[in-house]
């Protein structure tokens, strides 16, 4: 079993930067990676950012990909998503996620997994 705990995020005005930080605990061995869903009002969750524990790749989601950037920290199991240029429509509900199923090939969404953080709340506001 793993276990995600997420840290950071909060409130933020538009060109500013945040960051997040996921800790995971239990077999994380067995994990081949880890990112961040983010989930805004009224839309669907999906995935901006995904992390390659063996190799260090990373994929971000379009509309992310110029101004995020994932990291893992010192070669353990924690996770940062650095957001900058933070825009409006950055606001939502971000989840960390370990081996999450793609849907439809796509990595950034899913229907299922069985590795979840809690979910910290990111407000940018103009």
Same mark, same amino acid.
């Given at each position: 079993?793993?276990? =995600?705990?997420?840290?950071?995020?909060? &409130?933020?005005?538009?060109?500013? &930067?945040?960051?997040?930080?996921?800790?995971? @605990?239990?077999?994380?061995?067995?994990? &081949?990676?880890?990112?961040?869903?983010?989930? !805004?009002?009224?839309?669907?969750?999906? #995935?901006?950012? +995904?992390?390659?524990?063996?190799?260090? =790749?990373?994929?971000?989601?379009?509309?992310? @990909?110029?101004?995020?950037?994932?990291?893992?920290?010192?070669?353990?199991?924690?996770?940062? +998503?650095?957001?900058?240029?933070?825009?409006? #429509?950055?606001?939502?509900?971000?989840?960390? !996620? !370990?081996?999450?199923?793609?849907?439809?090939?796509?990595?950034?969404?899913?229907?299922?997994?069985?590795?979840?953080?809690?979910?910290?709340?990111?407000?940018?506001? !103009?």
């Amino acid at each position: 079993q793993v276990e =995600l705990v997420e840290s950071g995020g909060g &409130s933020a005005q538009a060109g500013e &930067s945040l960051r997040l930080s996921c800790a995971a @605990s239990g077999d994380t061995h067995t994990l &081949s990676y880890m990112g961040w869903f983010r989930q !805004a009002p009224g839309k669907q969750r999906e #995935a901006v950012a +995904l992390f390659n524990l063996p190799n260090n =790749l990373t994929l971000y989601h379009d509309s992310v @990909s110029r101004r995020f950037r994932i990291y893992r920290d010192n070669g353990d199991a924690t996770v940062t +998503l650095l957001m900058n240029n933070l825009e409006l #429509a950055d606001t939502g509900t971000y989840y960390c !996620a !370990a081996d999450w199923p793609w849907e439809n090939g796509r990595w950034y969404r899913t229907a299922g997994g069985d590795y979840w953080g809690q979910g910290t709340q990111v407000t940018v506001s !103009a």
